[in-house]
């Protein structure tokens, strides 16, 4: 029986206006090489000079991991060749880096799992080959620098996890704390994070560690746990055979659903480090690690233990909620104001994040305000929207910021509730369809949503179904309302 043993390393992106070591933007979606200047494309005789905000997200990562905050660091160039990499070198840290021994924690189902932080260090990013949708692509590669020299941390698992799943599921949460922390925005789409998954096989109960491939820049759970469940097989396969398990980087192709080897693993040695010779030591001073501390906010775990305390919330809205603080806070005012806990989650799950994602906005920019959220939810609740309407008006107030009942009003969504104007409209189509009460009254009460129906019709979509359907069956059977 084999076992597969994991480690994780996660280049995150740090949510800073300018590159690591110059004054170029790290906004999104600028055209290609136009977020560009000697220091970050390498150019001979430009100096890099360090991000300080760069640094204190950082900081703030390591304390949010439990690390130990080094007091002085220092930067290394790491040589190697990518058409992507315009100095022929990354600065990063080496062998004195940011911060040391952390930890993750969480519950899975009932069961405990903890995974050790090795390190915690700063670097920049390389720039990005094109290989899709711009160009003469068919031909070569296209090369886009606006993401060099982007400020991020790498964080490294020790070889901790045992399963795909665990794997995936320490990613999503590693994900969770640091956009809780402020650190990055963990936007998967856009690579601002990207898992790097080192996984070997061995018999249970074996403490050796044994030849080892890496899947290289996973930007999704999903690819990760796939990715890792195939390569597990792949391995168990080889070794079971009598085979030996080369040492290499793999890429994932979801499409085929495999692993495809890349090249050979490097070593350390293979890199060449050497000490930046362009950045003094990096020295943290103890002002710098209490301030990222007493920046901290709640962090996923303490806010849904908080949240928790909404006996109607699943385990899956604690997680959602736990996730984003921002989202949380709206959750939880919302609530202050009156709105089911349960309705006030289904709305922030659903149709808030659904926008969110499709606009690429973030929640520190929404328009939905608490207020308007629960007056969207009391206008279901009374019967005064009906879903599909409250899903309209709901649209106009993502993008406008104006109020649920004004939206409603003009565009005339509100449902007809006035039992009086309501009963004058049964009257009505009852008398126009003499043969269906009939049929009713015979034992055929399936007719009944044929004369709902028709009173909806009659009232423009604007009645109220539920009540609708009441008064037609009390009209129907001589009770009560009518």
């Known amino acids: 029986m084999y076992e597969p043993v994991i480690g994780l390393e996660i280049h995150a992106q740090l949510q800073t206006a300018s590159k690591l070591f110059c004054g170029c933007t790290t906004a999104w979606a600028g055209l290609p090489n136009t977020q560009t200047c000697p220091v970050c494309l390498g150019l001979p005789g430009a100096l890099p000079v360090l991000n300080e905000r760069a640094v204190s997200l950082a900081v703030t990562a390591a304390l949010a991991l439990e690390c130990r905050v080094q007091r002085e660091s220092i930067f290394a160039r790491k040589n ?136 290289k820049n996973l930007n999704s759970y999903r690819f990760l746990d796939r990715a890792l469940a195939y390569e597990i097989d792949r391995q168990v396969e080889v070794v079971s055979h009598g085979g030996t398990v080369e040492t290499e980087t793999r890429l994932w192709d979801e499409r085929a659903g495999e692993t495809m080897a890349m090249r050979s693993k490097e070593d350390a040695h293979d890199y060449r480090y050497f000490p930046e010779p362009d950045l003094p030591p990096l020295v943290i001073l103890d002002e710098t690690i209490e301030a990222a501390r007493g920046s901290l906010p709640m962090l996923p775990d303490a806010l849904r233990e908080r949240l928790s305390s909404h006996k109607r919330l699943t385990g899956d809205d604690l997680d959602f909620l736990a996730a984003s603080p ?57 019967g005064t929207l009906s879903n599909s309407a409250a899903k309209q008006v709901f649209a106009r107030v993502f993008t406008t910021g104006a109020t649920p009942e004004t939206v409603a009003a003009a565009e005339h969504l509100t449902q007809e509730s006035d039992v009086d104007a309501l009963r004058q409209l049964v009257d009505e189509v009852l008398a126009t369809y003499p043969e269906q009460v009939a049929q009713f009254r015979a034992g055929r009460r399936g007719v009944a949503g044929f004369l709902v129906g028709h009173v909806m019709k009659a009232s423009q979509g604007r009645a109220n179904p539920s009540l609708v359907d009441t008064l037609v069956r009390s009209r129907l059977t001589g009770d009560g309302l009518s």
């Not at 989650?345 to 969110?356: D, F, M, N, P, Y």
């Open 80 to 215: 190697y060749f990518y058409p992507d990499l315009p100095k022929g070198y990354q600065i990063t840290q080496y062998d004195r880096p940011l911060a040391l021994d952390g930890r993750l924690q969480w519950i899975d189902n009932g069961e405990p799992r903890h995974v050790r932080i090795v390190r915690v260090h700063m670097e920049e990013d390389a720039g990005k080959s094109l290989h899709d949708g711009v160009g003469d692509v068919g031909r070569a590669t296209c090369l886009d620098f606006n993401r060099s020299g982007m400020p991020l941390i790498e964080i490294v698992t020790a070889p901790d996890l045992r399963s795909a799943h665990d794997a995936a599921e320490c990613f999503r949460r590693l994900r969770a704390l640091l956009v809780a922390a402020g650190v990055s925005d963990g936007n998967l789409e856009r690579g601002n994070l990207r898992c790097d998954a080192n996984v070997s096989v061995r018999v249970q109960g074996d403490a050796t560690l044994h030849s080892r491939t890496e899947i």
């Open 326 to 382: 921002g989202l949380a806070s709206l959750f939880e005012q919302t609530v202050a104001l009156g709105a089911d806990a349960a309705a006030a989650a289904a709305w922030i799950k659903g149709e808030l994040a659904r926008r969110l994602y499709e606009s690429g906005g973030a929640v520190e920019e929404l328009k939905v305000t608490p207020a308007s959220l629960a007056s969207l939810i009391a206008m279901v609740s009374s």
